[in-house]
């Protein structure tokens, strides 16, 4: 069995499922690798679950094999629930410019993919929360009634969104909507998605709907996954200048 195997066997139980990782993850001084299973990626970011408590701010490497070291930040910590008593969760950020986590494991774009005959491993995409909301327009699949929501965090395979005050909008779970995200003087994007999540606020007398994009075309997606790069890009800059760390260019 691989040293990487060996690693994840614990963390497998615990979770009670197959677990996937990068490569060992090593913080300098410390005699063994750090049990972790990846749940979360975009380009320069990715989430871990493990048993070991990290501080924010510690240098992490990834070795992926002996010439091949990605040098990391955590950068925080995500809240814990549906987890096994003893595991957290963390958010990593690379420190080299040229990381691409998404290439580097082509499998996890599909997000969802056979390890085996019998088992399907799911990693998410990362979601970033929009500070300053973008404008969704929604309406149910083919009818004319248009409703304008505003995101709450936004990710590559979807986004979460608040309805405005009241309960006026009538999407449910798994309704198909016909959508247009409007971005940042560039052209709206426009495909179809599915709610896969609707929670009501009676606090703020509003709706957050969990949006799939489930159909979009090449050039819309191209478009979409520029936008969501972009977003991320200016999380960095924010996560380095909280670190204290010069942001690699």
């Known amino acids: 069995m691989s040293s990487v195997a060996e690693n994840l066997l614990s963390i497998d139980q615990a979770l009670g499922q197959t677990s996937l990782s990068l490569g060992l993850m090593i913080i300098q001084g410390w005699e063994k690798p750090i049990e ?18 990290l501080e924010i701010g510690t240098p992490v490497f990834i070795e992926r094999s002996g010439k091949h070291i990605i040098p990391m930040i955590v950068h925080q910590a995500v809240p814990t629930e549906n987890l096994p008593g003893g595991y ?9 410019p040229e990381t691409d986590f998404e290439v580097l494991i082509p499998e996890l774009a599909q997000r969802t993919f056979h390890i085996n005959d019998k088992q399907l491993y799911h990693v998410r995409f990362a979601r ?6 973008t404008r969704v327009d929604a309406r149910t699949f083919g009818s004319p ?32 909507l016909e959508l247009t995200i409007h971005v940042d003087d560039e052209e709206p994007i426009s495909f179809l998605g599915r709610v896969i999540r ?5 606090e703020k007398k509003m709706k957050r709907y969990g ?3 489930c159909d979009i075309t090449a050039e819309a997606r191209e478009r979409y996954d520029s ?4 977003t991320e890009h200016k999380k960095n800059r924010q996560i380095f200048r909280l670190l204290n760390v010069p942001m690699p260019v």
């Open 227 to 230: 936008f969501i790069e972009d």
């Open 36 to 53: 972790y299973a990846l749940y979360e990626i975009c380009h320069h970011n990715i989430g871990v679950i493990t048993s070991v408590v």
């Open 198 to 202: 609707c929670e009501f606020d009676f």
């Open 88 to 96: 957290n969760r963390y958010r990593l950020i690379s420190v080299d």
């Open 128 to 133: 970033f929360k929009t500070e300053i909301p």
């Open 211 to 213: 949006i799939n994009i």
């Open 145 to 176: 009634e248009l409703y304008s929501l505003k995101t709450l965090n936004v990710s590559k395979s979807g986004f979460l969104l608040a309805s405005p005050p009241g309960f006026r909008v009538p999407f449910n779970e798994a309704t198909l």
